[in-house]
């Protein structure tokens, strides 16, 4: 027994070699077998259910496929005559290979993929390529594929899809995102994507790589190749930002390279190659072959790839219009404002195009203005609208205007969203207010000038309306993100213009910093921010933050402003058991009104998108009896807000704080109503200097036809119906 150990050292040494390798050779087989489990299933590349991106015209892949091509069982060519352009860099759907990527180690942890595609169109043609894409990849009949899912970058809300990936419906499934972007040197909704794509990379709260758990993804850039010629003239310029912005929170997954296309010469060719490629993509992504390899013609790793060669992934910043162009100072808070500018609205962009076609006067580089339907019908004797009812402002001498095009919101019930720019900073050239003021009464002035040979217009009003009285600063956008609103607002007032200024309750600082206005509004689309983020869906991360600090402010500014919250009800968003939640924040800003109005529908595709539809618009009966929810609500607190006055014509109710605005008058002892301004001592008081409250300036009591209960609609108008007929009292 003892001689054992010795006879085994024996052994070891004369054999050990062989030991050595056999064991060698046994691990191996082992870690080969349970590699071999863990891997999903190949997908079956020699039985094809092809897909055809069919851009145009029936052409034939013959040319292209000339190249060494593998199989593509999901994305062929069977169309388009692919005759190589020379204009845009090409895709050729051949992948190389790279052994030694770490990423091309890593196994799938996926067996299918659900394609997600997603685009942005101004002018409709990146959005015909992204449809017919998504047709493609819907008629396959591949089981590595799950349904694609097509989404307008217009219409999410980038928290959905770009801080994590979103949920699949298969717990062995992992999205794949295919990015259809067009360039524009203009602000449009991309600028807003790529920045929110540059936060979601700086924010601290969020992991370094929080899309890696996509399959891959890839981007494809639609631009002009012949006023912008190569990508440092601007060629596709925002596609290969987000490209390498992708790469980056992505941890890589580059799964195609980025692809290009000339929209003037080749663009089906281009867009079909790289779709071919996509094949190979889909397939070895799932078989864990690797990510991010590059292919030939779609640009080498420096152009596509340099993601971390610098902080902000070799983004280069906007390219620009005039610095001269630059006439005054950014405002306080725009912190990350860029020193480059460029107009917010170029004459020649499609956004002016599609502005100007909806009877907008575009003012210089950013300001608005149009004459409402409200002004028409009074020019007409067919009524105000509500806020002559409830403020005395007969809508003929009223004029809608706007200083800043942008906001900061993309609500779902705007109907400009999706042309109109959004961003959370001012970047853009700012306009001297002089010339804006000049420029919007120019504008106002003569589209009334052409309600001249209408029928119906009263001869009487057409001449009071050519002394604007009061300007509406709501059309679109919000009016305090101009730097130099309390300039403008002073111009107003000189000429004894009263203001109305309607803003979202996103710029605390800038609300903070206005001057007087004759009212002021603040948005108040919901009462809680869940609610608040799915309807109006705020660019702003701190967006609930930046809304209470604005109720708090206008709680300060209670004592110098008249101030409003204007509710939009919107059914199935922000009404149903919110009412105490709206209480909650009157106390909070004991604002001097509350208007409450039934959402318009727009019908736009956004609206849609969002899932609005015309049974989201609340009847009359269901937001009076909302109002009446709020008023006990109010009356719980403590508050003493009453019903004051309605205009159902606009299914729209006024409550008013009953301490300020419920009262007598020189003329009459008895309390009433009193929602109307004196206009002139308004102006008054502004001329004295001397500070002055909103009680200072009340006007008349509040009409009879206008009290809560009675309509809302002046007797001495003409009530007409949709197609213009007398309405008779008997109809009623
Ligand atoms: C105002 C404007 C600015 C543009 N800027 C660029 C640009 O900087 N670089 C580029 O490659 N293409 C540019 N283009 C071309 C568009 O990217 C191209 O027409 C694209 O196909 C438009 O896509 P869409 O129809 O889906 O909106 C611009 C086009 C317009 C109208
Ligand atoms: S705040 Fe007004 S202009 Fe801005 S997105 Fe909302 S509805 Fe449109």
Known sequence: MLALPSELLLLWHEHRIELLLSAGFFLACVRVAIHRR????????????????????????????EKPVEPSPRLSTTSAALKPSSGPRRVKGVRKTKASSPEGRQSAAFD??????????????????????????????DDLLLPAVLHDLTDIDYDDFFIAPPKTPHPRAAPFYLLLLPTYDISTELDNFLSNLQETHHDFRIDTHPLSGLAGYSVFGFGDKHEWPSEDAGFCTQAVQVDKWMARLTGGKRAFPLGTADVKSGAETSFEEWSVGLNTAFTDVAAAKGLGLGVEGSGDAVESGSEDDDDDAGIKPPRTGDLEDLKAPVPIDFTTAKAIVKPMVPTTSPTYAALTKQGYTIVGTHSGVKICRWTKSALRGR????KYSFYGIQ???????????SCSNKCVFCWRHGTNPVSTTWKWTVDPPDEIFVGLKEGHYKKIKMMKGVPGVRAERFQEAMTIRHCALSLVGEPIFYPHINELLAMLHKEHVSTFLVCNAQHPDQLAALGPVTQLYVSIDASNKESLKKIDRPLHRDFWERFLRCMDILREKRFTHRTVFRLTLVKGFNIEEEAEGYADLVQRALPSFVEVKGVTY????????????????????EVSAF????????LKRGLQYGIAAEHAHSCCILLADKTRFFRSDETDTTERWHTLIDYPKFFKCLESGEQFRPEDYVGAATPEWALWGNGGFDPRDERVDRKGRKIEESKE
């Open 38 to 65: 863990q891997r999903p299933a190949k997908p079956e590349l020699s039985s094809p259910s092809p897909l055809v991106v069919d851009i145009k015209a029936p052409q034939t892949v013959k040319d292209v496929l």
């Open 112 to 141: 299918t993929i659900e394609p997600h595609i997603f685009y942005f169109s101004l002018s409709g043609s990146t959005k015909s390529f992204a449809q017919h894409l998504h047709q493609s990849l819907l008629q396959s009949s």
């Open 383 to 386: 009524g105000s609208c509500y």
């Open 395 to 405: 809508s003929h001498l009223c004029m809608e205007a706007t200083p800043s095009l």
């Open 602 to 621: 727009c019908g736009t595709s956004t609206a849609a998108g969002a899932g609005l539809t015309m049974r989201n618009v609340p009847f009359y009966e």
């Open 627 to 634: 109002v009446l929810a709020l008023e006990a609500a109010l």
